[in-house]
Structures are given as C-alpha cells and as structure tokens.
C-alpha cells in the first residue's frame, strides 16, 4: 500500500512482516514504525505531521522490509538540547531509609512527553523471585511480562515513589522486548507499563558509550545488598532475557552489557534498579 505523508511516498508493513497493511491498519502500523525507531507510540492522526519517512530499507539476514522514519529537524533539535539533563520528581530513600527527591536523566523528548530514567540505581531486587510455596528451581525464569520486578515497579515502587497528584503525570510505555539476540530467548509479549527497565536496544541507543552507561549505587541500595565498586559504581538490570529465561541481561559496574548470557533472575542474585518513567 503505498502511502503520502509529508509528500514522500512510502509502503507499510505492519509489525516489520511482509503482510501489507489495510488502510485503516494505518495509524496502527505507522505507531509501530516510530515506536521501533524512537521508542514512542502515536496518540492521534496530528501527531503523525511531526514525522518524515525517508526510506525504505531490507534487513540483510532476515530479507524483511522496514519504514524507518525520522522526527523533524525542529524536532529532533530540541531533543538533542535536552538529551542528557536531569530533573527531580517523585521522592524515594537514597541517603537514608527516609525519602528525598529523585533526580532523573532525559534519554527521549518529544513535544508531548518525555522520557527519563533514574540518574542513580535507586534499589537491590532480583529480576524474577520464585512465587511464594513454589519450587524457587522450577520457577526461576520467567520474561519482562511476567516478571516479580515488573510487579514491583508498577505497583510498590509506583506507590511509594510518587504521590497521586505525581501518578496521574506518568504515561505508560508500550514496552516491546526483543528476543535475546544471540540465543533467540523469547522475550515476552509487548506490555504497558507506567515503570519499567530499558531493553539492549534502548540501552545502547540512549546512551552512547558504556562510560555513560556506568551508574552509581544509592547507599539505600547498597544497604539493600547490591554490589557496589571503590567509587559505588553497581551493575543494573535490563528487561531483556538471557540465553535462557533463567537469566536477564544487566549493565556491568563498567557500564558495559555483559555478553548476552546475562546473570540469574533469582533472589540470590539481586541486581541494581534503574527505573524509567515517561511524563
């Protein structure tokens, strides 16, 4: 289906497959197009004037058909302007059991919303706690959807963080998470989230190298039990699986992405909390 928008002409693919998309799949298949480029899903039919399609590309190893699209310059000025600075909201222990605010880092910015992740590794959880009464060896692995950190995060950290004045400032994030490059670990059905963790993808996109990757541990974190380094650097967890569903990858102390095994989901290897919320 060839379609007009801003006078370049271009085909959409729903979902990045080959099944061509009916017209009223539009609005749907171009959200699915910018979501996978910038992480942000169409709210309505103005937004779409903001973006430009300026090519269609052929993944080499697969031979699938993808539109990439690009913001407009005015757009994308003002996000390069912003990317990298910090502002406070919500309030959660840092120093001490008691509450302050929390300073968050801008990694994404649109005219509407942005997007912002912790600028310290707020808490110590595993990824995925065996269900109370269950075998913890028979219920270690679990995807991004299903599991105990995405719980706590969109409901106690949620509760906790921010007050109800706060929450009703949060947007939720359709979270996609891909499979595990290397090993194809399945990485779960999309979600909506009001919290969540980046995936690879997004860990590598917003930040640029690995020294900017690299965080610091509260002490309420390390208090938690979260491994910090001589200068209280941490590891953080990511949403992507491992090379099983037992393991999640994770930002090292260095701020590199260890190498696609990732570290076991479970209670004896909690790992540090990065939240990222979207206002």
């Known amino acids: 289906m060839l379609i007009q928008i801003n006078k370049s002409p271009f085909e959409v693919y729903c979902d990045d497959s080959l099944e061509r998309a009916r017209p009223e799949d539009l609005h749907e298949a171009l959200g699915d197009v910018c979501w996978?480029?910038?992480?942000v899903r169409l709210q309505d039919s103005e937004e779409l004037s903001r973006f430009e399609v300026y090519v269609i590309e052929?993944?080499?190893?697969?031979?699938q058909l993808f539109s990439r699209v690009k913001p407009k310059d005015e757009v994308k000025k003002k996000a390069i302007e912003e990317m990298g600075r910090t502002m406070q909201f919500g309030r959660y222990p840092q120093n001490?059991?008691?509450p302050e605010p929390i300073t968050w880092r801008i990694i994404d910015i649109y005219p509407r919303w942005v997007l912002l992740i912790s600028e310290q590794i707020l808490d110590?959880?595993?990824?995925?706690?065996?269900?109370?009464?269950v075998d913890r060896e028979k219920d270690e692995g679990a995807c991004w959807k299903d599991s105990s950190l995405r719980e706590w995060l969109n409901r106690d950290f949620l509760q906790m963080a921010f007050t109800e004045e706060e929450r009703k400032r949060l947007d939720r994030i359709n979270c996609r998470t891909q499979n595990n490059r290397?090993?194809?670990?399945?990485?779960?059905?999309?979600?909506?989230d009001y919290v969540c963790l980046l995936n690879e993808e997004e860990a590598k996109e917003f930040f640029g190298n690995d020294p900017d990757?690299?965080?610091?541990?509260?002490?309420?974190a390390e208090k938690k039990g979260l491994y910090v380094t001589a200068d209280h650097a941490a590891g953080w967890w990511l949403r992507t699986p491992g090379d099983t569903l037992?393991?999640?990858?994770?930002?090292?102390?260095?701020?590199d992405i260890d190498k696609g095994v990732g570290h076991w989901v479970g209670d004896d290897e909690a790992g540090g909390v990065r939240p990222v919320i979207r206002l």
């Open 36 to 39: 996978l480029m910038y992480n």
């Open 124 to 133: 110590c959880r595993p990824y995925n706690e065996p269900a109370e009464g």
């Open 96 to 98: 001490s059991d008691t």
């Open 182 to 192: 290397k090993y194809d670990t399945y990485g779960g059905p999309s979600t909506d």
């Open 246 to 255: 037992a393991n999640a990858l994770y930002v090292t102390e260095g701020g």
């Open 58 to 63: 052929e993944d080499p190893e697969t031979g």
């Open 213 to 220: 990757r690299r965080a610091e541990a509260t002490a309420y």
